[in-house]
């Protein structure tokens, strides 16, 4: 079964601190992810796909098959990165994004 | 300025009643999706469509319908027969793999 599972609903860390968002995935195919973002009153984004392993906003996620995982990682969080984030599956041959649960991120400052 | 407009932004439906929710697109995707948000369940597929004049049913299709008689638009009409459908709706578009655009999406209230 294809299946997106985000363990955390909430994650509150202080400004500053590291910031990591677990995602784990199950697919029997190659894996093609996702991270999108949704900042407060604003239209759900893409923030970074594992195939472009560029780093957006100060975010990195590496694609680690063994563990099947795609986790979100910032090693400064900043207050503008509160919002909630959601790790997405693409279904190849489907054309169709599995997404997770999503986390809510809240930067104290 | 291209992109992905949904109406109403706020629908409220009275029991018993469909209403339809409009998303339109101006970016020449091929594929159109519509998923439903709520919270602590993340974004979940309810259609989607690859082309024109065909679409897929996707894990929660059951009380919706849909069509796409042009590119540019694909509608959702939220039927009676969908026991809890209060909740946001998201439509989204994309081409090839290249991840989607969303639209601003419609939050719907049964009154």
């Known amino acids: 079964a294809q299946r997106v599972t985000q363990p955390e609903k909430l994650l509150s860390v202080f400004k500053g601190a590291p910031v990591e968002l677990k995602c784990n995935y199950s697919?029997?195919?190659?894996?093609?992810l996702f991270w999108y973002v949704q900042y407060s009153r604003q239209r759900l984004q893409l923030l970074l796909r594992?195939?472009s392993r560029e780093s957006i906003k100060g975010f990195t996620a590496d694609l680690n098959k063994g563990e099947t995982s795609f986790h979100l990682k910032k090693p400064f969080a900043q207050e503008e990165d509160s919002a909630m984030y959601y790790c997405?599956?693409?279904?190849?041959?489907?054309?169709?994004?599995?997404f997770g649960q999503g986390t809510r991120l809240t930067i104290n400052p | 300025d291209g992109g992905i407009t949904q109406s109403p932004k706020y629908l409220f439906r009275k029991e018993g009643q469909n209403v339809t929710l409009s998303c339109e697109q101006n970016?020449?995707?091929?594929?159109m999706y519509w998923y439903r948000q709520d919270p602590g369940q993340g974004l979940r597929l309810i259609y989607y469509s690859q082309i024109v004049n065909d679409f897929q049913k996707g894990d929660i299709a059951e009380g919706y319908s849909v069509s796409r008689e042009k590119k540019e638009s694909f509608p959702l009409t939220v039927t009676s027969a969908q026991k809890n459908p209060t909740a946001f709706y998201l439509c989204?578009?994309?081409?090839?793999?290249?991840?989607?655009?969303f639209g601003s999406g419609t939050r719907l209230t049964v009154v």
């Open positions: 970016l020449n995707h091929d594929a």
């Open positions: 989204a578009s994309s081409w090839a793999d290249n991840g989607y655009t």
């Open positions: 697919y029997s195919g190659s894996p093609e």
């Open positions: 997405a599956l693409n279904i190849q041959g489907a054309q169709k994004l599995v």
């Open positions: 594992h195939i």
